[in-house]
């Protein structure tokens, strides 16, 4: 069974970091590509980051480059979000999963991120 469970989300005030991580199984992790996706309230979610099978390919969506880091460690089935200089619009719940049409409706519960002073 595919699971996914995401953690690291706290309250932070503005300008501060978190680093979010994603523990994934019932899948071959490193022959996917993995997204983050977040999700604030009243709002459709979002793509936030992706990042290759290797890791060596990364993309982002323009509110969040240079400011936040997608990783991965094969090793370990995890994915990471790094985030930096968070502002309150970055406040939702975040959420992982594979780029895969046929796991398209696993989720997680998500972590809960909120920026705020």
């Known amino acids: 069974q595919v699971q996914l469970v995401e953690s690291g989300g706290a309250l932070v005030q503005p300008g501060g970091s978190l680093r979010l991580s994603c523990a994934a199984s019932?899948?071959?992790?490193?022959?996917?590509?993995m997204r983050w996706y977040r999700q604030a309230p009243g709002k459709e979610r979002e793509l936030v980051a992706s990042?290759?099978?290797?890791?060596?390919?990364?993309t982002y969506v323009d509110s969040v480059k240079d400011r936040f880091t997608i990783s991965r460690d094969n090793a370990k089935n995890m994915v990471y979000l790094q985030m930096n200089s968070l502002k309150p619009e970055d406040t939702a719940v975040y959420y992982c999963?594979?780029?895969?049409?046929?796991?398209?409706?696993?989720w997680g519960q998500g972590t809960q991120v909120t920026v705020s002073s």
């Open positions: 999963q594979p780029f895969s049409w046929a796991l398209r409706n696993f």
């Open positions: 019932g899948f071959t992790f490193s022959s996917y590509a």
């Open positions: 990042i290759s099978s290797s890791g060596g390919t990364t």
